[in-house]
């Protein structure tokens, strides 16, 4: 059984970090391509970070150079450390796994609120 499981949302004031995570399990996590997304309220998801099964990283403008996307094998993990976090970072945060002709899985979502 496929599953995404992200940790709790969590409440951050502007300016501070936060680190997301997503462990996976029930496929072969090193060979999809993991990505986070978020959504605001009323829009689509958008795609905020993503990893490739080589290591290769690419980001939304938004987030470049203010986020970094990492995974662990060992323990199937995705990791979002995002920096310098503003008001408008303020939304529900999802991860991702793809790959072309096996399909998408995705995690439940966390709200992640940015509030002084």
Known sequence: QVQLVEPGGALVQPGGSLRLSCAA???????Y???WYR??????RELVA???SG???NYADSMKGRSTISEEHANNTVYLKMNSLKP???AVYYCKA????F???WGQGNQVTVSS
């Open 88 to 90: 408008a970072d303020a």
């Open 103 to 105: 399909g998408a899985y």
């Open 25 to 31: 399990s029930g496929f072969t996590f090193s060979s």
């Open 50 to 52: 993503g990893i490739f």
């Open 55 to 57: 290591g290769s990283v």
């Open 98 to 101: 793809f790959m072309y002709g």
């Open 39 to 44: 959504q605001f309220p009323g829009k689509e």
């Open 33 to 35: 391509y993991m990505t």
